[in-house]
């Protein structure tokens, strides 16, 4: 069985793909932390992200997978790294990056075709996994989806404000539907679900019942 789960940042898309994964007994992939790492290379070797072919070969002669569902970079851990507010700044423009959609495409068609799984993301249900066998596309109002990343964070007076949090994550959204290769979009055949209202359980059973066909 394969699943594809997209949509803007904060929409729940990995929260409730975890849930959704451990009740059906299938495996779950963020490909965004994939991109992430691929961020987090270019800030650790001080990467100009405007030298796409510079980029490219970091990436090239990286290796990002996952072990025990953690995402790793040549060898290293770095599930706290990835979430850094660095990464959350660059990682659209460095995932814009033709090149670099190519290699995580191919990378997560791999994962795909080996193993049942439910991949969140931007462009599984339009460019990996345009077969799926189920689609969703969850959403939610920018106000609240910028007010969960903000309960999400630790300490937040040492980051940064509800309203740059709100504006960062427009800015990602703008150049997320915008870019010319595997934008955010709505896969045609997607089930929509906005979020904003609803609590995480009553989107897991909403998607649950879709795929039970009831
Ligand atoms: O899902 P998450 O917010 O961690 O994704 C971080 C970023 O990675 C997105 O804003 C987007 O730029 C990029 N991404 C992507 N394609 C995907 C998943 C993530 O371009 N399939």
Redesign the pocket.
Known sequence: MKIAVDGP?GAG??TISKILAKKLGINYL???????AATYKTIKESIDPENEEAVVKAVENSDIYFKDNEIYLDGENVKIQIRSPQVNRL??VI??IDEI?KI?VAK?KKISESSDVIM?????GTV?MPDADYKFYLDASIEIRAKRRFEEMDDKSAMMSFESLKKEIAK?DE??KNRKT?P?KVAEDAVVIDTSGLEIDQVVELMAKKIKGE
Not at 30 to 36: I, P
Not at 120 to 124: A, F, M, P, S, Y
């Open positions: 940042a898309k990995s963020d490909t965004g932390a994939m991109y992430r990682v659209s995932s814009k959609r995580m997560q969140d993301g931007r462009d599984i990996v990602r150049e997320d595997g955010l």
